[in-house]
Protein backbone atom coordinates (compact mmCIF):
# COMPACT_ATOMS: atom_id res chain seq x y z
CA UNK A 1 0.00 0.00 0.00
CA UNK A 2 1.51 3.12 -0.98
CA UNK A 3 2.23 5.47 1.64
CA UNK A 4 3.18 9.60 1.11
CA UNK A 5 5.18 11.11 4.01
CA UNK A 6 6.19 14.71 3.94
CA UNK A 7 8.26 16.30 6.68
CA UNK A 8 8.59 18.75 7.91
CA UNK A 9 4.77 19.63 9.12
CA UNK A 10 5.76 23.08 9.34
CA UNK A 11 8.51 25.41 8.39
CA UNK A 12 8.86 28.64 8.77
CA UNK A 13 11.24 31.18 6.84
CA UNK A 14 12.11 34.66 6.23
CA UNK A 15 11.14 36.05 3.12
CA UNK A 16 13.63 35.92 0.41
CA UNK A 17 15.39 31.98 1.39
CA UNK A 18 15.20 30.00 -0.65
CA UNK A 19 13.54 26.27 0.30
CA UNK A 20 12.99 22.38 -0.34
CA UNK A 21 9.91 20.78 0.65
CA UNK A 22 10.44 17.03 0.96
CA UNK A 23 8.31 14.10 0.09
CA UNK A 24 8.92 10.76 0.29
CA UNK A 25 6.59 7.26 -0.91
CA UNK A 26 7.05 3.72 -0.56
CA UNK A 27 5.59 2.36 -3.72
CA UNK A 28 7.88 3.54 -6.46
CA UNK A 29 5.01 2.08 -9.42
CA UNK A 30 3.42 5.58 -9.58
CA UNK A 31 2.18 7.28 -12.85
CA UNK A 32 2.82 10.52 -11.88
CA UNK A 33 3.30 12.92 -8.55
CA UNK A 34 1.62 16.35 -8.12
CA UNK A 35 2.41 19.26 -5.78
CA UNK A 36 -0.82 21.30 -4.72
CA UNK A 37 -0.99 24.31 -2.99
CA UNK A 38 -3.90 25.04 -0.03
CA UNK A 39 -4.92 28.11 1.36
CA UNK A 40 -6.48 28.02 4.69
CA UNK A 41 -10.67 27.26 3.96
CA UNK A 42 -9.62 26.60 0.45
CA UNK A 43 -9.32 24.20 -1.95
CA UNK A 44 -5.92 22.46 -3.96
CA UNK A 45 -4.34 23.95 -6.55
CA UNK A 46 -2.30 22.53 -8.90
CA UNK A 47 1.61 23.60 -8.78
CA UNK A 48 3.11 21.15 -11.11
CA UNK A 49 2.86 17.36 -12.25
CA UNK A 50 6.04 15.51 -13.01
CA UNK A 51 5.08 12.35 -14.92
CA UNK A 52 6.73 9.12 -13.86
CA UNK A 53 9.18 9.61 -17.19
CA UNK A 54 10.49 12.92 -15.80
CA UNK A 55 13.14 14.22 -13.26
CA UNK A 56 11.95 18.00 -12.64
CA UNK A 57 9.64 20.52 -13.78
CA UNK A 58 9.63 24.15 -12.89
CA UNK A 59 7.38 26.72 -13.38
CA UNK A 60 8.41 30.43 -12.26
CA UNK A 61 10.09 30.48 -9.03
CA UNK A 62 8.99 26.42 -8.62
CA UNK A 63 11.55 23.66 -9.82
CA UNK A 64 10.24 20.10 -8.36
CA UNK A 65 12.41 17.35 -8.96
CA UNK A 66 11.17 13.39 -8.49
CA UNK A 67 13.89 10.98 -7.99
CA UNK A 68 11.36 6.97 -8.21
CA UNK A 69 14.38 4.95 -7.62
CA UNK A 70 14.59 6.38 -3.77
CA UNK A 71 10.79 7.30 -3.61
CA UNK A 72 11.62 11.42 -3.14
CA UNK A 73 10.18 14.04 -4.37
CA UNK A 74 11.34 17.96 -3.37
CA UNK A 75 9.42 21.47 -4.44
CA UNK A 76 11.97 24.10 -4.55
CA UNK A 77 10.62 27.45 -4.07
CA UNK A 78 12.99 30.68 -4.73
CA UNK A 79 13.28 33.66 -3.16
CA UNK A 80 10.74 33.14 -0.49
CA UNK A 81 7.65 35.70 -0.43
CA UNK A 82 4.79 36.12 1.97
CA UNK A 83 1.91 35.13 -0.67
CA UNK A 84 4.24 31.80 -0.43
CA UNK A 85 2.51 30.95 3.10
CA UNK A 86 0.11 28.37 2.60
CA UNK A 87 0.30 24.29 3.22
CA UNK A 88 1.73 22.36 0.43
CA UNK A 89 0.61 18.81 -0.53
CA UNK A 90 2.15 16.16 -2.84
CA UNK A 91 0.40 13.47 -4.25
CA UNK A 92 1.14 10.00 -6.15
CA UNK A 93 -0.57 9.05 -8.85
CA UNK A 94 -1.67 5.24 -9.12
CA UNK A 95 -4.30 3.73 -11.10
CA UNK A 96 -7.55 5.90 -10.20
CA UNK A 97 -5.62 6.07 -7.26
CA UNK A 98 -4.15 9.93 -5.52
CA UNK A 99 -2.79 9.59 -2.42
CA UNK A 100 -1.61 12.44 -0.33
CA UNK A 101 0.82 13.44 1.94
CA UNK A 102 -0.59 15.30 4.97
CA UNK A 103 1.38 18.32 3.57
CA UNK A 104 3.51 21.13 4.86
CA UNK A 105 2.26 24.30 6.50
CA UNK A 106 4.93 27.05 5.08
CA UNK A 107 4.58 30.31 7.02
CA UNK A 108 7.11 33.13 5.22
CA UNK A 109 7.86 36.02 7.51
CA UNK A 110 8.08 39.32 6.14
CA UNK B 1 -13.92 28.54 -17.02
CA UNK B 2 -15.32 27.51 -13.70
CA UNK B 3 -13.44 24.00 -13.53
CA UNK B 4 -14.67 21.47 -10.39
CA UNK B 5 -17.50 23.57 -8.78
CA UNK B 6 -18.81 22.05 -5.38
CA UNK B 7 -22.27 23.04 -3.64
CA UNK B 8 -22.82 23.66 -1.71
CA UNK B 9 -19.95 25.30 -0.26
CA UNK B 10 -21.08 25.02 3.64
CA UNK B 11 -23.72 22.49 5.86
CA UNK B 12 -24.86 21.68 9.31
CA UNK B 13 -26.94 18.25 9.71
CA UNK B 14 -28.36 16.82 12.09
CA UNK B 15 -27.54 13.23 13.28
CA UNK B 16 -29.66 11.24 11.14
CA UNK B 17 -30.14 13.26 8.24
CA UNK B 18 -29.61 12.73 4.71
CA UNK B 19 -28.10 15.35 2.34
CA UNK B 20 -26.33 15.11 -1.42
CA UNK B 21 -23.39 16.68 -2.17
CA UNK B 22 -23.24 17.91 -5.81
CA UNK B 23 -19.87 18.09 -8.33
CA UNK B 24 -19.73 19.54 -11.37
CA UNK B 25 -16.98 19.84 -14.07
CA UNK B 26 -16.40 21.46 -17.49
CA UNK B 27 -13.73 19.95 -18.32
CA UNK B 28 -14.81 17.10 -20.47
CA UNK B 29 -12.86 14.84 -18.13
CA UNK B 30 -13.47 11.35 -18.26
CA UNK B 31 -12.69 10.44 -13.93
CA UNK B 32 -14.24 11.76 -10.90
CA UNK B 33 -13.35 11.70 -7.14
CA UNK B 34 -14.53 12.53 -3.67
CA UNK B 35 -12.50 12.92 -0.96
CA UNK B 36 -12.29 13.82 2.42
CA UNK B 37 -10.10 15.56 4.64
CA UNK B 38 -9.28 15.79 8.10
CA UNK B 39 -7.18 17.48 10.45
CA UNK B 40 -3.73 15.32 10.64
CA UNK B 41 -5.11 12.40 8.14
CA UNK B 42 -4.84 14.13 4.68
CA UNK B 43 -7.00 13.69 2.34
CA UNK B 44 -8.90 10.18 1.47
CA UNK B 45 -10.86 8.57 -1.16
CA UNK B 46 -14.23 7.89 -0.56
CA UNK B 47 -15.43 6.92 -4.14
CA UNK B 48 -14.34 7.26 -7.96
CA UNK B 49 -15.77 7.53 -11.25
CA UNK B 50 -13.00 6.06 -13.87
CA UNK B 51 -15.76 7.00 -16.43
CA UNK B 52 -19.02 7.78 -16.97
CA UNK B 53 -21.39 4.69 -15.84
CA UNK B 54 -18.79 3.23 -13.33
CA UNK B 55 -17.92 3.86 -9.87
CA UNK B 56 -16.13 2.07 -7.20
CA UNK B 57 -14.65 2.26 -3.70
CA UNK B 58 -12.25 4.26 -2.07
CA UNK B 59 -10.34 3.68 0.94
CA UNK B 60 -13.05 5.40 3.39
CA UNK B 61 -16.55 4.75 1.46
CA UNK B 62 -18.26 3.49 4.43
CA UNK B 63 -21.43 5.86 5.33
CA UNK B 64 -21.65 7.18 2.11
CA UNK B 65 -23.09 6.21 -1.48
CA UNK B 66 -21.99 8.12 -5.00
CA UNK B 67 -23.97 8.79 -8.34
CA UNK B 68 -22.21 9.69 -12.03
CA UNK B 69 -25.17 11.28 -13.26
CA UNK B 70 -23.37 12.05 -16.48
CA UNK B 71 -19.49 12.76 -17.60
CA UNK B 72 -20.23 16.41 -15.90
CA UNK B 73 -21.41 15.50 -12.51
CA UNK B 74 -20.55 12.91 -9.54
CA UNK B 75 -22.63 13.37 -6.67
CA UNK B 76 -22.08 11.80 -3.55
CA UNK B 77 -24.73 11.10 -0.62
CA UNK B 78 -25.22 10.57 2.98
CA UNK B 79 -28.01 8.78 3.99
CA UNK B 80 -27.86 8.97 7.84
CA UNK B 81 -25.33 11.43 8.73
CA UNK B 82 -23.11 10.85 11.94
CA UNK B 83 -20.73 12.65 13.82
CA UNK B 84 -17.74 11.17 12.72
CA UNK B 85 -18.80 12.35 9.03
CA UNK B 86 -17.64 15.96 9.95
CA UNK B 87 -15.17 16.87 7.70
CA UNK B 88 -14.07 19.12 4.28
CA UNK B 89 -15.19 17.11 1.16
CA UNK B 90 -13.24 17.85 -2.02
CA UNK B 91 -14.33 16.69 -5.25
CA UNK B 92 -11.74 16.25 -7.99
CA UNK B 93 -11.63 15.36 -11.50
CA UNK B 94 -8.93 14.10 -14.39
CA UNK B 95 -9.09 13.31 -17.78
CA UNK B 96 -7.81 9.66 -17.17
CA UNK B 97 -7.25 7.89 -13.88
CA UNK B 98 -3.41 8.92 -14.49
CA UNK B 99 -3.65 12.32 -15.27
CA UNK B 100 -3.27 15.78 -13.60
CA UNK B 101 -6.45 16.28 -11.03
CA UNK B 102 -8.29 19.53 -10.34
CA UNK B 103 -10.19 20.37 -7.16
CA UNK B 104 -13.31 22.26 -6.11
CA UNK B 105 -13.33 24.30 -3.41
CA UNK B 106 -14.72 22.33 -0.99
CA UNK B 107 -17.86 21.49 1.35
CA UNK B 108 -17.19 22.02 4.69
CA UNK B 109 -19.73 19.86 6.67
CA UNK B 110 -20.66 19.58 10.33
CA UNK B 111 -22.89 17.05 11.74
CA UNK B 112 -23.71 17.90 15.48
Known amino acids: KQEVTQIPAALSVPEGENLVLNCSFT??????LQWFRQDPGKGLTSLLLIQSSQREQTSGRLNASLDKSSGRSTLYIAASQPGDSATYLCATSGTYKYIFGTGTRLKVLA | NAGVTQTPKFQVLKTGQSMTLQCAQD?????MYWYRQDPGMGLRLIYYSASEGTTDKGEVPNGYNVSRLNKREFSLRLESAAPSQTSVYFC???????????FGQGTRLTVV
Open chain 1, 27 to 32: DSAIYN
Open chain 2, 92 to 102: ASSETGSTEAF
Open chain 2, 27 to 31: MNHNS
